[in-house]
T-cell receptor
């Protein structure tokens, strides 16, 4: 599986935008870019995914570089509830769609 | 609420024992995944079932086994338990096998082996 690289931690202020980076230089053409997050004491939660184009949903936006070797998860207005570990994961489109979690980014949000 | 249910929520048992964790996927989801989360190993994929058949295996010990039943619920059996098996066990489900499908996670079962 292609690997992703994320910083260990980031801090943000409440109500400000947050940009969480992810590098995936060995991504293949059939790899989808997924983001999940895990709030304290909860199971992981799907945030967003994309293949080539930028994507928006009610939770976040995903900006994908033109060469697909990096992506950025954008939280438009961070809230205290967004404090979590964010995982960037590559998933091949095929019979085996398991998630391979790395260490993720621990996002802290200051009031 | 993801729609995925897991029972029990907590389980405390002794070394050498056997336990069964149960997962009910979201209505209509055919694929079930099991993950283990421990402090030292992080979140790790264990095994995947799709419509009753095993589709992928990850870092699952031989002492562990799983199955998916005709009603699509799944059970993870852990036997000859060791202290190191203490962890959170998550079940997730998704509609199909496609890589663009999101996975919906249950609340987890916290297993403590004493």
């Amino acid at each position: 599986d292609a690997k992703t690289t994320q910083p260990n931690s980031m801090e943000s202020n409440e109500e400000e935008p947050v940009h969480l980076p992810c590098n995936h230089s060995t991504i293949s053409g059939t790899d989808y870019i997924h983001w999940y997050r895990q709030l304290p004491s909860q199971g992981p939660e799907y945030v967003i995914h994309g293949l080539t184009s930028n994507v928006n949903n009610r939770m976040a936006s995903l900006a994908i570089a033109e060469d697909r070797k990096s992506s950025t998860l954008i939280l438009h207005r961070a809230t205290l509830r967004d404090a979590a570990v964010y995982y960037c994961i590559l998933i091949k489109n095929g019979a085996n769609s398991k998630l391979t979690f790395g260490k993720g980014i621990t996002l802290s949000v200051r009031p | 609420d993801s729609g995925v249910t897991q029972t029990p929520k907590h389980l405390i048992t002794a070394t050498g024992q056997r336990v069964t964790l149960r997962c009910s996927p979201r209505s209509g989801d055919l694929s079930v995944y099991w993950y283990q989360q421990s402090l030292d190993q992080g979140l790790q994929f264990l095994i995947q079932y799709y419509n009753g058949e095993e589709r992928a295996k990850g870092n699952i010990l031989e002492r562990f086994s799983a199955q998916q039943f005709p009603d699509l619920h799944s059970e993870l059996n852990l036997s000859s338990l060791e202290l190191g098996d203490s962890a959170l066990y998550f079940c997730a489900s998704s509609p199909r096998l496609a890589g663009y499908n999101e996975q919906f996670f249950g609340p987890g079962t916290r297993l403590t082996v004493l």
